[in-house]
Each structure stands twice: as C-alpha cells, then as structure tokens.
C-alpha cells in the first residue's frame, strides 16, 4: 500500500476561549487502548502519578496538532514537549478536551 493509499484517521479540532486550536485524532487501535489501561490502572501506591501520565499518555497518542497563538505545532516530539511546559489553566483544558473526544469517540475509553 503506497502513502497515497493509506487510510487516515479523521481528526477533531478543540478551540480554547484564546483561540488556540488542539487537533485530536479520532482512532485508537487495541493494543493503544490496552496499553492505556495499563497506564491508567499503573502505580498503585500514587494514583495522583498514574492519572498524570495516563494524561500525558492520551495527548501524546491522540494529538496531531495544536496552534497556539497562530503557530502550529505538528511534530509528535514537538506536541509532547509544548504539553509538558503548558501552564495549569492549558493543562486544565487539555483534560477537559480529553474526556470530550473520548466521550465522543472511544466510550470504551475511560478518560482521567
């Protein structure tokens, strides 16, 4: 199958009250879902710990893009890094994107 050919998934965009723009893509194959619930479930002695990367977990597998401030973040490494430098109040709303597109998409997915 040529790069032309391949299927991709579609993706969802989430709008902050600034204006930025999160893309979140609306497929997770089973071995991503299992992982995650693998994560998900994690430390037990630090639930707080396991939720915070459970977070990070979903962002990283399901963010394909993210404008802030009219600048578009697109590369995989490049997303992670933005997520983890982003203030409480992004941090907030990424958690709130988070459980909304998987309430939409995955609602097998428990989302933190």
């Not at 999160?22 to 707080?48: D, M």
């Not at 710990?49 to 600048?71: K, S, T």
Request: net charge neutral.
């Amino acid at each position: 199958m040529s790069k032309r050919d391949r299927l991709v998934a579609p993706t969802s965009d989430y709008k902050d009250a600034e204006g930025n723009v999160l893309t979140l893509r609306g497929s997770l194959t089973p071995a991503t879902r299992q992982e995650y619930a693998s994560v998900l479930t994690g430390n037990p002695l630090s639930r707080e710990d396991a939720w915070h990367r459970a977070v990070e977990f979903l962002f990283e597998r399901l963010a394909v893009r993210w404008e802030i401030a009219g600048v578009p973040i697109k590369r995989q490494r490049e997303l992670l890094q933005r997520f983890r430098v982003s203030s409480p109040e992004e941090r907030d709303w990424i958690r709130g994107v988070l459980r909304e597109h998987c309430a939409e998409n995955f609602p097998d997915v428990q989302a933190p």
